[in-house]
């Protein structure tokens, strides 16, 4: 009866293509608010910190974001599957907006830490709510024509974020910062609210509380391990030891937990699709190499070549200009031919190449040959980032969508933490090593203040002691890069054992199409209802 239910709601929703497209705009709108965040704050930070004090505080500011989005993100996905996508999602949302409104009008660094932790909790079901939403109105097969939607979103948050941040810091203040989501979450409410029907559901089973406690306690305890390690602690230290055990232990209460729980947080059956596990991998190594190269590569070009620290999401541009088209081919091909697994291959082969070739970068390396060595990345990146969902989504049934959704951005989410905890480690040690060596002591001013070096303060330093710097960022730049095109051919190889399996249209047909299971038996049931 529930599966005539949403057959019908999907036939409606073919007829009102206007309507589709507005509720696409308005989940754009949400992806952009989730994306674009942290990257204006960025630019604002140092102002609110000039206003509010507490220095010693400032990464908490991210951190309490990022634990509380992490921490919640799996939820957010069992939530909607449980209880119907477009009332979570709305929550999320209003979650977000009411903790944007706050940390506005935040008097010291302490509430606005906790206020940010109340807008990462909503954060969390932005993108798993975005993603599963699609899954929802739009087959697999169709999915891909959205790919280069979501790949523009993705890059213009992360070429204009520092640039609106600057701008509106200077010109409206830092608080706007936080203000400027409000009016954008409304219109996203709005439309949703108007045009988005779904069917409603309504589940007897009681939320798995114990799992999500001991889920949120094993993030929590991974995160603050890659942000603490090797900067507040060493990494051999007394607390780090402590972080890690609690969270293994609290990670493997969870999977254990998770085999008895009743309505489990992340149903471990998922894991038995091949392609569901490889895409978890696979978005884990996107993660981890995306947010390596987006830190370093600006530091490179500003302390290295000289460029301008105010448009460091510019410098950027050759590897999402890339990202972007490629994956509008890639979504387009997708749509028309159904196949696909060529795409997370290629991926994995320009990433790893691209990596490598920008850890061969050095202090005579031109902005167009570096440029050059990130539109490779960003090929790769253009045939990873929306497929991993896409396939993931098409590997498990329907009633399992939003978990799907929140555990691919889940892994994602923690290959981001690892990717920049472990890169910078690495990145931070050559740099010293390199500085000692060329500099010895009169370098130790500059290695200090390495993140806040703009090109003018480099230029103000003397020759030997800039010379050094230089030659130790490229250093550490060489071995962040040569780590991470190591790391990239796990996901090659990850993508070579994908099973292409036929995505689901929009017909009868396609809808009888079998999910990926090993075996053939796990089917991802998506009848004509999910269509468009």
Not at 112 to 121: E, V
Not at 129 to 142: K, N, S, T, W, Y
């Amino acid at each position: 009866m529930a599966g005539k239910t949403e057959a019908a709601a999907g036939a409606d929703a073919g007829k009102q293509p206007r309507s589709v497209r507005v509720v696409l705009l308005a989940l754009m709108i949400a992806m952009m608010l989730a994306m674009l965040d942290n990257m204006i704050i960025g630019t604002a930070m140092p102002t609110i910190v000039g206003e509010l004090g507490g220095l010693e505080h400032l990464s908490w500011v991210v951190t309490a974001y990022t634990l509380a989005t992490a921490a919640a993100t799996p939820l957010w996905g069992k939530l909607g599957d449980m209880y119907g996508r477009k009332g979570s999602f709305m929550t999320s949302i209003v979650i977000f907006l009411v903790g944007s409104a706050l940390s506005g009008m935040a008097q010291d660094m302490g509430q606005l830490i906790g206020f940010r932790a109340i807008q990462g909790l909503g954060a969390g079901g932005l993108m798993v709510g975005v993603m599963a939403i699609i899954g929802d109105l739009i087959p697999p097969r169709e999915r891909g024509k959205y790919q280069g939607m979501m790949a523009a979103v993705m890059a213009l948050a992360m070429i204009g974020g520092p640039l609106v941040g600057g701008t509106i810091t200077d010109h409206w203040g830092w608080r706007w910062s936080f203000y400027i989501n409000l009016p954008l979450g409304l219109v996203a409410l709005v439309a949703i609210s108007a045009v988005l029907h779904l069917p409603k559901k309504r589940s007897e089973a009681r939320i798995d509380y114990l799992g999500a406690a001991l889920l949120t306690i094993g993030i929590t305890s991974i995160v603050l391990v890659t942000t603490w390690g090797g900067t507040e602690y060493a990494w051999t230290s007394a607390r780090i030891m402590e972080l890690i055990g609690i969270g293994v232990a609290a990670l493997i209460g969870f999977v254990f937990w998770q085999t008895r729980a009743a309505e489990p947080i992340v149903p471990l059956h998922i894991f038995r699709s091949r392609n569901f596990t490889l895409m978890s991998v696979i978005g884990f190594i996107v993660g981890f190499v995306m947010f390596g190269a987006t830190l370093f590569l600006p530091l490179y070009q500003q302390a290295v070549q000289g460029a301008s620290a105010t448009n460091s999401g510019l410098l950027l541009l050759p590897m999402l200009g890339a990202m972007l088209v490629t994956s509008m081919v890639a979504g387009r091909v997708t749509t028309n031919t159904g196949r696909y697994k060529i795409f997370p291959v290629a991926g994995g082969v320009f990433m790893t190449v691209g990596l490598f070739l920008l850890s061969t970068m050095d202090t005579d390396t031109t902005r167009f040959t570096s440029g050059l060595y990130m539109a490779v990345v960003g090929l790769g990146m253009g045939c990873l980032m929306q497929i991993t969902m896409l396939v993931a989504q098409n590997s498990v049934e329907m009633k399992d969508m939003g978990v799907a959704s929140s555990s691919t951005t889940l892994f994602r989410t923690l290959g981001s933490s690892f990717g920049v905890a472990i890169m910078g480690a690495l990145f931070n040690h050559r740099v010293q090593d390199v500085m000692a060596e060329r500099a010895a002591g009169s370098g130790a001013k500059a290695t200090e203040q390495s993140a806040t070096l703009t090109a003018d303060a480099l230029k103000a330093l003397p020759a030997a002691v800039r010379d050094a710097y230089q030659h130790a960022v490229s250093a550490g730049t060489h071995g962040a890069f040569l780590l991470g095109s190591v790391v990239a051919i796990i996901a090659l190889v990850a993508a070579v054992f994908v099973k292409e399996v036929p995505l689901k249209g929009a017909g009868p047909k396609a809808a009888d199409a079998p999910a990926d299971g090993d075996d053939g038996t796990a089917t991802a049931k998506a009848p004509v209802a999910e269509t468009v």
